[in-house]
């Protein structure tokens, strides 16, 4: 018999924050996964495809008795060139001059797994974010920061990399990790017993 408790099968504090802010109360088991294994994808059907194998990995080595899981996986495209998570300040430091005066894609892939029946539902969010044209010193000033740490292309939009975005044509949380949105809608799509009750319409 399964409880209704959601496992986040993510490591990262930004989705859990999100999460929570909308009433829930996961549980956080982070899943070690070799991310490598989809890299001849696309970047949508690769972060796709990580998040279904995050959820599917979550539920095969989880000792918790929850019914549901949340796999998600965000990337950044720019021009060909797939960004995830900087592994040093070099690596961070080139990818945010790359990104500097151009228009990139944050594409973040949620899968809800339902462990009666084994059903998963996923969903992308695509996001463009334009950023500014950057000096070598605000580079350098910004990598400073930290902030590069743990997040894909480098940069997390919700803190100091704010001053540097021009626009955004999308989910901004999307961005952050998990758009909500479109996680709303996986939800309703899995009747999964929303904390709020359904609100509005989620037929996308």
Known sequence: MYSNRLILASASPRRL???KGLGFDPIVEPVDLD????DDLTIP????ALAEAKARLSARTTNLDC???LGADTLVELEGRTFGKAENT????SMIRS???RTHTVATGLCLLDRIGDRTHSIISETKVQFASMSDAEVDSYIATGEWRGAAGAYRIQEKASLFVEEIHGSFTGVVGLPIREFYVILIRSAFPVPFGRVGTADR
């Open 17 to 19: 924050e999100l999460i």
């Open 35 to 38: 991310e490598s294994i989809f």
């Open 45 to 48: 059907k690769q972060v796709l």
């Open 67 to 69: 019914r549901w899981i």
């Open 90 to 93: 070099e690596v961070a430091r």
């Open 99 to 101: 990104l500097a005066g």
